[in-house]
């Protein structure tokens, strides 16, 4: 009987042991089916998206390169970046409204190019631009999500050509890491490179919220950024009335500069160095004069100041409109910071003056004289 009760007993105990190392195994181990599931339900809402926004996701191409866009109405308007849109690097400067294109081509997801005219840009330096494709009625368009509808943390999704117009329609995944509270800037991690400016960030609805215009980082370091969709409803609006630029106000035309002219007779001038748009590279403040000179004319200029330390550069303006250094000043003595550039004359022509300060963002008065050596 007692080894009959050790036989059960051990049987018991192995029993027990079987069904406690099953239990644990089925805890520790992760349930394979609902990962496919849930795998497959995230692949099919990407998917959802892609097939519902690729057909309004378009390529916007220019002389100068290409961008991305999309479809926002049935009859043809197309939202992009205005910086997709923009003239020769040279003309950047010194632009006016017929340097940039009037009429760009759109490509469509399935091939189809059409003409679109560009009917305006963002004011007070917005990053989008509205084209319009003629005589159409039932364009697929892209919803915009409601203001206030995106959150850190969300899943989102970047469409539209990087790089090469032979990727369109590229399509990149990630999640919203930041949004700005001054302009609602959305910051994400989803891939985008050049090219992609001016596509959509999508929610997981496949709405826009918001118009991706930049990346930090020429290999993508994830951070990007969106203009917002409330910024998007607004322009749109203001398109609508007309109420639009004719020019892309992102770009900021220099402002040539405007010299005083003198003359070469001693004449005392009292100037004021203070903040302006003329600013050297090394962020000092300038004031501009020009004199006419003559071959082989011996010359004085001294700039003396009580509130700074004077700086003066001389150059010759050239044939072909260029700036060429004749002379820099030098302290005038030791102790006296003030500055002097004495020098010949190597041409005839006009002469250009830089009075300015050696620290940058000194400001106040000075004296300048600019004489010839008899």
């Known amino acids: 009987m007692k080894n009959r009760l050790l036989q059960f007993g051990t049987l018991a105990i192995c029993t027990t042991l079987t069904v406690i190392s099953s239990t644990s195994i089925e805890q520790i181990l992760p349930n394979n089916d609902n990962t496919a599931v849930a795998q497959t339900a995230e692949e099919g809402i990407s998917r959802q998206v892609y097939q519902k926004a690729s057909p309004a996701t378009v390529t916007v191409q220019t002389k100068r390169g290409h961008g991305s866009g999309f479809v926002v109405s049935q009859d043809g308007l197309i939202i992009t970046n205005a910086h997709v849109i923009k003239p020769s690097p040279s003309q ?104 992609n400016s001016g596509g959509p960030l999508l929610n997981t609805q496949g709405q826009v919220v918001g118009v991706n215009r930049a990346g930090i980082g020429e290999l993508n370091t994830g951070m990007n950024f969106a203009i917002s969709v409330s910024q998007v409803h607004s322009f749109i609006a203001a398109a609508r009335r007309k109420d639009v630029s004719s020019i892309p106000t992102i770009f900021k035309p220099k402002e040539k500069p405007n010299p005083t002219t003198i003359s070469l007779n001693g004449r005392v001038i009292n100037g004021n160095l203070g903040k302006n748009r003329l600013i050297r590279d090394n962020g000092s403040f300038v004031n501009l004069y020009q004199f006419q000179g003559r071959t082989g004319q011996q010359v004085v200029i001294e700039m003396n100041s009580q509130m700074f330390n004077p700086v003066l550069i001389l150059y010759q303006i050239t044939s072909d409109g260029k700036h060429k250094e004749v002379a820099q000043g030098i302290d005038k003595g030791p102790g006296d910071l003030n500055s002097q550039i004495v020098t010949t004359l190597p041409e005839d022509g006009v002469y250009l003056i830089f009075a300015s300060s050696l620290d940058p963002g000194e400001t106040g008065n000075y004296i300048l004289q600019a004489n010839t050596k008899p």
């Open 92 to 195: 950047q400067e010194n632009y006016n409204p017929h340097d940039f294109p009037s009429v760009v081509t759109v490509v469509f997801a399935d091939g189809r190019k059409v003409a679109a005219d560009v009917l305006g840009f963002g004011r007070d330096g917005l990053d989008l631009a509205i084209l319009k494709i003629h005589n159409q009625k039932n364009l697929t368009t892209l919803p915009l999500a409601k203001v206030g509808a995106a959150s850190v943390g969300d899943r989102i999704f970047a469409l539209g050509t990087p790089l090469h117009t032979d990727f369109k329609n590229s399509f990149t995944q990630g999640n919203i890491t930041r949004i700005n509270s001054a302009d609602g800037e959305i910051e994400h991690d989803a891939r985008i490179m050049g090219g």
